[in-house]
């Protein structure tokens, strides 16, 4: 099966931590550009992070900069956000998504979805 599973979320107190992982199985993520979106109640799914397939160009929301670190680790075939000084407003469920592109215009796309892991930070 081709896949995405995310694991991480939970339940944490504003000002704390939490690292999400995204395990991709039955493809090798080396070759996709990586991103983490996030869809809070009542909101629509917006970007958080991305991060190239080679690590040279990284993404971060203005809302997340400064708090929040996208990274991989292809020898595990997984991707990650490090979201500290967690707020509020961050919760949301969170997905992750690999993108690669298989022609060099862009003009054929495959990318892979995971099905979403809730964060909720709440006192």
């Known amino acids: 099966q081709l896949q995405l599973v995310e694991s991480g979320g939970g339940l944490v107190q504003p000002g704390g931590s939490l690292r999400l992982s995204c395990a991709a199985s039955?493809?090798?993520?080396?070759?996709?550009?990586i991103g983490w979106f996030r869809q809070a109640p009542g909101k629509e799914r917006e970007g958080v992070s991305c991060i190239s397939s080679s690590a040279g160009d990284t993404y971060y929301a203005d809302s997340v900069k400064g708090r929040f670190t996208i990274s991989r680790d292809n020898a595990k075939n997984t991707m990650y956000l490090q979201m500290n000084s967690l707020k509020p407003e961050d919760t949301a469920v969170y997905y992750c998504k690999a993108e690669r592109w298989l022609s060099p215009s862009g003009a054929v796309r495959m990318y892979y979805w995971g099905k979403g892991t809730l964060v909720t930070v709440s006192p």
């Open positions: 039955g493809f090798t993520l080396n070759y996709y550009a």
